[in-house]
């Protein structure tokens, strides 16, 4: 977890409680965590501070690991990175791009389905864990584009994945081209045009 800004954690009910939950993010046995320290874990990104960042070309966001997503020994099961990819793609539209992503799905009825996954399983992530997701874009194709996302404990690389998405009609039900305004921003993105400080997600 890299460190976070004043209006983050600091001056919230959490500041006291949260370096003692991040000591003990590795630490499982989970009853050894207070009420305190679980209730932090359990909060909302919004509670924690957790933050998005653009920074040349690469888009970073937090990510605290739940026990909602991880198996009976404490780490994260491997499906729910592709859950945490989808909504780092989600933040990325939403604070990088400014592009509001539900707006893209419901009013202009498209998508952006996976339709390609390769990745490689570096470590385990634990619960209680702030990881940083990370994404760059590889490619921009006609109707398509290439993602090399990520997730970081520190300089600890835990995954990596190359993910190809498609812009889909929701009427028509096949892949379109990608939309001019959706088009510049990637390329404005990918030439690291768009960088942002941290931010409260």
């Known amino acids: 977890m890299r460190e976070l800004p004043a209006q983050g954690v600091e001056g919230s009910k959490f500041a006291a409680i949260a370096p003692a939950a991040s000591a003990n993010a ?29 920074k040349k070309d690469v888009f970073y966001s937090d990510m605290l690991v739940r026990f909602s ?87 600890q690389t835990r995954i990596t994945a190359q993910l190809t998405l498609c812009v889909f009609s929701f009427e028509t039900k096949r892949a379109v081209p990608i939309p001019d305004d959706l088009r510049d921003r990637l390329s404005d993105f990918k030439q690291g045009r768009l960088e942002h400080p941290w931010r409260q997600a």
């Not at 590795?26 to 653009?54: F, K, R, V």
């Open 26 to 54: 590795g630490g499982i046995p989970w009853d050894n965590l207070s009420s305190a320290e679980a209730e932090y874990m359990n909060c909302s990104s919004e509670e924690q501070g957790m933050t998005t960042e653009t």
């Open 69 to 155: 997503h991880c198996d009976p020994a404490g780490i994260i099961f491997y499906p729910h990175y592709f859950v945490m990819f989808n909504g780092l793609v989600e933040d990325w539209f939403n604070h990088a791009l400014e592009i509001n992503y539900a707006d893209f799905i419901t009013t202009r009825r498209m998508g952006l389905p996976m339709v390609n996954i390769k990745c490689d399983f570096v470590a385990p992530s634990k619960i209680g864990e702030v990881i940083t997701l990370t994404l760059r874009i590889d490619r921009i194709g006609k109707s398509s584009l290439t993602l090399a996302v990520g997730a970081l404990l520190g300089d």
